[in-house]
């Protein structure tokens, strides 16, 4: 069965790995953002500007060989060298005074400040500052815009004074008793002073009229201008919300693979601990098995030695006996008195040597029992700081989110209360729109302007709402 599971595994294996062979490529980005200006062709020094060239080329290795402004030749001949110091050596790399590749490319100052410029990501107070700027371009653009307006309205009072009445005006003007004063009056506009007068006076109407239509023409091409204004924000607001995605993402990552990277850590800190934990556990048995080795062997010594001194008091009591039989009495004497002596010797010898394997024994016990107190401590010390280390990336991670939530709705804020502006400014002009139509047909302009007119005037521009 163990061979049948590595089997399973392997073909497992092999299955995920084709398929991740035979996985579909998804586009990423259609476009390049990588200014194309860095990968050109190297540029080529013009025969000019050899001579040129080849002076800066001799200035810049005159400056290298004597910085003091000296001349040294032997010190011209030695090449510039870098040291770099790394964690698992050090090399001295030698700096080339000429491209070896041939292929390095020549960025002008205009065109480096452009790429510089181009990768500079603006930052919070940069783009309230950019806002604030194009907020008040747009409120300077709507007062211009109010000034032409009354203008024209002004305009527009003195032409229908002056303008010829109606058929229904004609019949009032008969009815309220005017008519015959009208009539006076066209009578005197067929006099030459006031032909001429009329004449002046309709020149300035049309020169009115045109600074009208240029004037017009320059509000059309500021609202032109406005609205690419207003793209170009809306593209650098969705290119600054997929960077700040990006970011997000980004920063998450980090934080997964740190806490996994922690995570690895504590449990190789736990491992080891276990290791030590059963290593101390061995070394206490050792020494207890030590002890009960040491005090068997010495109970061994101490009876073969009483058995021997036994014998060899047996073997003088025979002789003894044998040779002095009225000694007996004061033999056996001298034996129990021997033996009690031996025997308290003996007691007094096993007293001392249970004294001292008792005291080696609580002297361990209590050194471990020290030991145990102070890696408990340890261990308590480092759970702290583990806990307080997580609450701290924790509460770092829940300020950035609170943070990341009040960016996000402080921008949807600002592009709701933009879209609102817009939407009230348009619904203004097209107000101003209908009154200005209504104006001209009562005027008596004929119908086919007026239509024109109105299809030009209605055609809505994108909103805030569309663009987002």
């Known amino acids: 069965m163990p061979n049948s599971t590595v089997g399973s595994s392997e073909s497992g294996g092999s299955n995920a790995s084709r398929k991740s062979w035979t996985r579909q490529y998804h586009t990423i980005n259609r476009t390049s953002t990588v200014d194309e200006t860095l990968f050109a062709s190297p540029k080529k020094v013009r025969p000019g500007e050899e001579d040129a060239f080849a002076a800066a080329l001799s200035e810049r290795s005159r400056r290298r060989s004597s910085p003091g402004g000296k ?6 001949e030695e090449p510039e060298m870098i040291q770099v110091i790394t964690k698992d050596l050090i090399r001295r790399l030698r700096v080339p005074q000429e491209d070896p590749s041939g292929r390095s490319i020549i960025l002008e100052v205009g065109e480096f400040r452009r790429i510089k410029s181009a990768s500079h990501v603006p930052t919070q107070a940069e783009k309230e500052a950019s806002m604030e700027e194009m907020k008040k371009r747009k409120e300077a653009l709507q007062n211009a815009s109010e000034e ?58 049309d020169k009115l009229q045109a600074e009208d239509l240029e004037n017009l023409i320059k509000k ?87 058995k021997r001194n036994q014998e060899e008091a047996e073997r003088e009591w025979r002789r003894k006996e044998k040779e002095e039989a009225e000694k007996k009495k004061q033999t056996e004497e001298m034996l129990r008195a021997a033996r009690e002596v031996q025997v308290r010797n003996k007691d007094h010898f096993l007293a001392v040597q249970a004294a001292r394997d008792r005291a080696e024994f609580e002297r361990v016990l209590m050194v ?52 609102q502006e817009a939407r009230a400014r348009r619904q203004k002009l097209d107000e101003i729109k209908r009154r200005k139509l209504q104006e001209l047909k009562d005027a008596g302009v004929p119908d086919k302007y007026c239509n024109e007119v109105a299809r030009r005037i209605e055609a809505p521009p994108p909103s805030l709402s569309r663009m987002y």
């Open 71 to 76: 001349k040294s030749p032997a010190k011209s």
């Open 220 to 306: 059309k091409e500021v609202q032109r201008a406005l609205m690419k204004e207003v793209a170009k924000a809306n593209e650098e607001i969705a290119e600054l919300k997929e960077r700040k995605a990006a970011q997000d993402k980004l920063e998450e990552i980090k934080v997964m693979e740190y806490l996994k990277q922690k995570a690895e850590r504590e449990e190789a800190y736990q491992r080891e601990l276990e290791v030590a934990r059963v290593e101390k556990e061995k070394e206490i048995a050792r020494l207890r098995a030590q002890q009960e080795r040491a005090k068997d062997k010495q109970a061994e010594k101490d009876a073969l030695r009483a």
């Open 368 to 419: 471990q029992e020290e030991q145990q107190l102070k890696d408990e401590d340890a261990e308590k010390v480092d759970a702290v700081r583990r806990h307080q280390h997580a609450a701290e990336v924790r509460q770092q991670v829940r300020e950035k989110e609170k943070d990341r939530i009040k960016a996000r709705n402080a921008f949807f804020e600002e592009g709701i209360k933009l879209d």
């Open 148 to 205: 032409r307006k009354n203008f024209m309205q002004t305009m527009e009072l003195k032409r229908k004074e002056n303008a010829k009445p109606s058929d229904l005006e004609q019949e009032k003007m008969i009815q309220s008793g005017t008519l015959l004063d009208k009539a006076n009056e066209l009578m005197e506009e067929q006099d030459d002073e006031i032909k001429k007068l009329n004449e002046a006076m309709l020149q300035y109407l």
